[in-house]
């Protein structure tokens, strides 16, 4: 148990649906990061969040929405689901300044049908 | 971002070290270099990080280049365990965020 804890770990849903991924951080991280890795792109950085303020944007498409709680947890919100949003969605966290990097959570597959 | 390249695959006998090369010739003075690997089905885990010292843990060694444009990550015994896709990442220390590219997947035959 790496301390990142993910919720749902399997999703299954139809196209145009939205979901919600929740992630918690391990006990005293301030830092959120989402990543998607899918089979043909491999582990894309979407979106951060330091104590509840976006810090940085990777590849995240605008249907993709995400926020971190005053309770540091953190939720990715994806909209108008399409085929090609199936994949897994990892959710790291870290202290401000880290420099072991990140711990990562086990997962939240979801596949869109 | 400095790059990395890495095998896209390498094999390796159970109980043998095993030594999974990187090049990042265009590395920078405040680049880190970080180790994760993602067994299958799961999030990727640290393994190592070093700046320019070569760097021991439980897990592995970190060996790097003199000039810095290369290193090698060494597994000393490995085990089925080990069979993992391995990333060799740059990163400085001030907030960058990592960046993945394909790594390494490792195979270890009983």
């Known amino acids: 148990d790496s301390g990142v804890t993910q919720t749902p770990k399997h999703l299954i849903t139809a196209t145009g649906q939205r979901v919600t991924l929740r992630c918690s951080p391990r006990?005293?991280?301030?830092?959120v990061y989402w990543y998607q890795q899918s089979l043909d792109q491999g582990l894309q950085f979407l979106i951060q969040?330091?104590?509840?303020?976006?810090?940085a944007k990777g590849n995240i498409l605008e249907r993709f929405s995400a926020q971190q709680f005053p309770d540091l947890h953190s939720e990715l919100n994806l909209s108008s689901l399409e085929l090609g949003d199936s994949a897994l969605y990892f959710c790291?966290?870290?202290?401000?300044?880290?420099?072991?990097?990140?711990?990562f959570g086990s997962g939240t597959r979801l596949t869109v049908v | 971002d400095a790059k990395t390249t890495q095998p896209n695959s390498m094999e390796s006998n159970e109980e043998e070290p095993v030594h999974l090369p990187c090049n990042h010739s265009?590395?920078?003075?405040?680049?880190?270099i970080h180790w994760y690997r993602q067994l299958p089905s799961q999030g990727p885990e640290y393994v190592i990080h070093?700046?320019?010292s070569n760097v021991n843990n439980r897990m592995a060694s970190l060996a790097i280049a003199e000039d810095r444009k290369s290193s090698t990550l060494i597994l000393h015994r490995a085990t089925l365990r080990d069979a993992a896709v391995y990333y060799c990442i740059l990163r400085d220390n001030y907030g960058q965020n990592f960046v993945f590219g394909p790594g390494t997947r490792l195979s270890v035959l009983p």
């Open positions: 265009t590395i920078s003075g405040t680049d880190y």
């Open positions: 006990s005293g991280d301030l830092s």
């Open positions: 790291a966290s870290s202290q401000r300044g880290d420099a072991y990097g990140y711990t």
């Open positions: 070093g700046l320019t």
């Open positions: 969040y330091y104590n509840g303020e976006e810090r």
